[in-house]
C-alpha cells in the first residue's frame, strides 16, 4: 500500500496505478486527479470529507535533522492533509518557509548550520515570515529563545496525537494573532 498526495486530497492506492489504466481512460482522468482513488475492484472511491476537494491544504514546514523523525512527522502531518515539506538542516529553513509560504513550521531547536534560534531569529526579521506561527519540538527547551511566534513548545520524545493536537489547533487560528 502507497500514500500518495495530489493537489486535492491525500489517498490510498491499493495497487499500483499502471495496473488500473483502463479505468483511468474510461472514466477519465480528471476524476483521478480530483483526489479520488482506485479500489482493489478498480472502482473510484470517493473521499469521505468532500471539503478536502474545494478547501486549499494547510501547508507545514517541518524543520528537523533527524531523518527518521522528519519522515514519521512528514507522513502523520501529511496522513492528516497537510501539505508537508520537510527540512533537514537551519541553513536552508527561513527560505523555504518563505518560498513555501507555510501556514505553521515544527522547528527542532538542534540542526546542522545554523540552530533553532537562530531560524527563528531570522523568520521574525522577514516581512513575508514575521507572522508564521511556529511550534518547538525539541530536547533542549532550556536554551529556546522565545519569540512572539513560537505558539508551542512540544518536548522529545512527544506524544503523537499532541503533535497532531498541537498542529490542529494553530492551523485555524489566523496569522494575524502572531505579535
Partial sequence: MRVRHTGAAPYVLREPLMARREHLGSLGVARAAAGRALDAAGAFAFPTDWRSLFVPRKKIVVVEDDPELRDLETFLLG???????????????????QRERADLVLLDLM????????????????????????????????????TPQVRR???KPFDVSDLLDAVAREVERPHEEVA
Wanted: no cysteine; charged share 20%.
Fill in 79 to 97: 496522513a492528516e492533509g497537510y501539505d508537508v515539506v520537510g527540512v533537514a538542516d537551519g541553513i536552508e529553513a527561513a527560505a523555504i518557509v
Fill in 111 to 146: 540542526l546542522p548550520g545554523k540552530d533553532g534560534n537562530a531560524v527563528l531569529e531570522e523568520l521574525s526579521e522577514q516581512a513575508e515570515t514575521r507572522r508564521t506561527p511556529v511550534i518547538v519540538v525539541s530536547a533542549f527547551l532550556a536554551q529556546l529563545r522565545l
Fill in 153 to 155: 513548545v512540544l518536548s
